[in-house]
Nanobody, 120 residues
Framework: QVRLVESGGGLVQPGGSLRLSCAAS????????MSWYRQAPGKQRELVAT???????NYADSVKGRFAISRDNTNNTVYLQMNSLKPEDTAVYYC??????????????WGKGTLVTVSP
């Protein structure tokens, strides 16, 4: 079984920063692409940022220049550094990964999410 566990969410004032982490654990062969999604109240889940195993990153237009995604392949962890946070960044942030196990290739794994609240 493969698990993704997010951490680092919380309450921050507008203009502040937070760093989210997501670690993969369990029995797997390799973790490929890793991504962060978010879902605000009453809205659909949206892609925030994604990073390949070779560190090629892409971002949603709404976060370009403010957020940075990175990963540590040794520890199977992905990070999301969020700067200049705005109230509209308030959402539950979910980690997602493409994982190969001994039994299955290309499994789509989701974490349970971590809440980020941007408010004065």
């Amino acid at each position: 079984q493969v698990r993704l566990v997010e951490s680092g969410g919380g309450l921050v004032q507008p203009g502040g920063s937070l760093r989210l982490s997501c670690a993969a654990s369990g029995s797997f062969v390799r973790v490929y692409g890793m991504s962060w999604y978010r879902q605000a109240p009453g809205k659909q889940r949206e892609l925030v940022a994604t990073i390949t195993r070779t560190d090629v990153a892409n971002y949603a237009d709404s976060v370009k220049g403010r957020f940075a995604i990175s990963r540590d392949n040794t520890n199977n962890t992905v990070y999301l550094q969020m700067n200049s946070l705005k109230p509209e960044d308030t959402a539950v942030y979910y980690c997602n990964a493409d994982v190969d196990t001994l039994e299955n290739a290309g499994m789509d794994i989701w974490g349970k999410g971590t809440l980020v609240t941007v408010s004065p």
